[in-house]
């Protein structure tokens, strides 16, 4: 039964080193070593544990100018393993949910909930609920920052990760001090200050998240609008910015990887493009949604002036919009054609799918009688798609594949240290051995 003695909050719930965290639920020998994952094709470092961080790797460091320091200090490295982290996302979040039925899921590892107390406990007792039961359920450790708005709820979860004392949750509206706190966050590190702002801000003698609530009303829309507003109110307490409880409508979808190595052939990139159109069509059908245009684009290394450089767009607008693959593939791949140039080495290709609208309620065109090349006019195609999706969903990606999209794919991006799929594929469960 709600009580009045204490009124509803915000909460932030953050997964602490979350990829990291994914790669250690189900790897029990990894605990309390330095672990860290890689960008796409083994670029950059992009998750780490605290133990890494105590050795002084940094984020975004490229791997392969650490590879003796991770060999010389039994660093672990894991390639990206994104459909693990999808997947151990979705389970945090659906027990996030058990705890708040007002909840914005603000990123793959980062939630909001509308905290409303019981009677007989506080904010902090279900904070240490939420942390406990996440924990138990899914194996991945949280912090929970508390505070009357968005904004302050980020600055609790930030200090409820950092601070020792805190054992990962902090309230900032029961804290005794919590001018000191702000006294103690750089005005960089407030949500919605970006890096701008934060130069700008700094340049004025506002280095503080404190020193910037402070900061008189007139000052602060002059300078960084009435958005920038709303941020001071937020960290007055004033609520400013709502939970979204619904995703914004999505405007594009984009399918993009780096090769593994350069690409001259034409054949390689075709293949590049139709898997990534692929990919493209199947996000779009998840969301029962159409598009109008395509895009595609091709682009060299730009950190290697010594070879010759190529970067080309192109868009093609649809006589109707759709979500048929092997229509959006043909589109496609007659944009690779216009250009594709040959004797440069491509390191990056990636489909763009724009003027989207709800599937149910798409604009079709009188004009598209007479049959075009690109347009699917197969009443079949439907459920076709559905039917491959369904395949594909049930026993894994790629399970039925187009043959446009190439077998071999020598020009995938490498993923030399890549972990199983563990929670969403048969073939690759954890296995437990039981000793005699």
Not at 230 to 258: F, K, N, Q, W
Not at 383 to 407: C, E, F, P
Request: with cysteine; charged share 25%; aromatic share 6%.
């Amino acid at each position: 039964m709600p009580t009045t003695a204490q009124p509803a909050m915000y909460a932030l719930v953050d997964c602490n080193n979350f990829y990291v965290s994914c790669e250690r639920a189900f790897a029990p020998s990894l605990a309390r070593v330095p672990v860290v994952v890689l960008s796409n094709n083994d670029g950059c470092v992009i998750s780490r544990s605290a133990e890494a961080k105590a050795l002084g790797i940094r984020m975004a460091e490229p791997a392969y100018k650490r590879e003796g320091f991770f060999r010389h200090h039994g660093v672990r490295v894991f390639s990206s393993n994104y459909a693990l982290y999808g997947d151990m996302s979705r389970r945090v979040m659906d027990t996030l949910a058990t705890f708040a039925p007002d909840m914005e899921i603000y990123s793959i590892d980062e939630a909001f909930l509308h905290l409303t107390p019981c009677a007989g406990t506080t904010l902090t007792d279900l904070a240490r609920a939420i942390r406990t039961r996440v924990g138990q359920w899914t194996g991945i450790p949280v912090s929970v920052g508390i505070g009357p708005s968005k904004t302050l709820a980020k600055i609790a979860s930030r200090h409820a990760k950092r601070a020792q004392d805190c054992d990962g949750v902090f309230d900032l509206a029961a804290h005794p001090d919590p001018d000191a706190i702000l006294a103690g966050t750089d005005v960089g590190d407030v949500w919605g200050v970006g890096r701008r702002y934060a130069e700008m801000l700094t340049r004025h003698g506002v280095r503080t998240a404190l020193a910037l609530r402070d900061m008189p009303d007139d000052w602060v829309r002059r300078r960084m609008t009435i958005r920038g507003l709303m941020t001071v109110h937020e960290l007055r307490g004033v609520s400013c910015i709502p939970l979204e409880d619904a995703p914004a409508p999505r405007r594009s979808v984009l399918a993009s990887r780096s090769f593994g190595h350069p690409v001259t052939d034409p054949t390689d990139l075709r293949e590049a493009v139709a898997a990534h159109t692929t990919r493209a069509a199947e996000k779009l059908r998840r969301e029962h949604l159409v598009a109008a245009h395509v895009g595609v684009f091709v682009s060299t290394n730009p950190h290697r002036p010594d070879l010759p450089q190529h970067s080309a767009s192109r868009t093609l607008q649809l006589p109707v919009a759709t979500a048929h693959t092997p229509t959006l593939i043909k589109a496609a791949l007659r944009i690779l054609d216009g250009i594709f140039r040959s004797g440069y080495a491509y390191i990056k290709a990636g489909v763009t799918l724009t003027g989207l609208e709800d599937a149910g309620t798409r604009q079709l065109s009188l004009l598209t009688i007479a049959p075009d090349p690109i347009v699917d006019t197969d009443p079949r195609g439907e459920a076709l798609m559905k039917a491959l999706d369904g395949i594909n969903s049930k026993w894994g990606r790629d399970t039925v594949q187009y043959a446009a999209s190439g077998v071999a794919r020598e020009w995938d991006m490498r993923q030399a240290r890549l972990s199983r799929r563990f929670t969403t594929n048969w073939d690759e469960l954890p296995i437990a051995h039981i000793g005699s």
